[in-house]
């Protein structure tokens, strides 16, 4: 059974930093795109963030380019979300996400299948 578990998420003023973790089981032997999204209260997850299998693709959102970067360790079968300058804007739930891709990324979120169940981000002003 696949699990994604998110860790990191917590309180912090804007500017700060905080790296977000993704503890993935069930996926041994299986090429996966990992993603990160966000939720903002009454609205649709959106794309943060996805690496591909090789890492040899990334794409982020516009909103989070040159502040935040995804990185995965495949022996470890984790993934990172390094949130640098951040802004009360970016307070939100972030969810980590897979898919069964061998390689290349997706940026929609019905596109993955597993979900971690979500770490909040705060940041205050």
């Known amino acids: 059974q696949v699990q994604l578990v998110e860790s990191g998420g917590g309180l912090v003023q804007a500017g700060d930093s905080l790296r977000l973790s993704c503890a993935a089981s069930?996926?041994?032997?299986?090429?996966?795109?990992m993603g990160w999204f966000r939720q903002f209260p009454g609205k649709d997850r959106e794309f943060v963030a996805a690496?591909?299998?090789?890492?040899?693709?990334?794409s982020y959102a516009d909103s989070v380019k040159g502040r935040f970067t995804i990185s995965r360790d495949n022996v470890k079968n984790m993934a990172y979300l390094q949130m640098n300058s951040l802004k009360p804007e970016d307070t939100a739930a972030y969810y980590c996400?897979?898919?069964?891709?061998?390689?290349?990324?997706?940026?929609?979120?019905?596109?993955?299948?597993?979900w971690g169940q979500g770490t909040q981000v705060t940041v205050s002003s």
């Open positions: 996400a897979a898919a069964l891709l061998p390689s290349g990324v997706m940026t929609r979120a019905q596109e993955y299948g597993y």
């Open positions: 069930g996926l041994t032997a299986r090429k996966y795109v």
């Open positions: 690496k591909s299998w090789t890492g040899i693709t990334t």
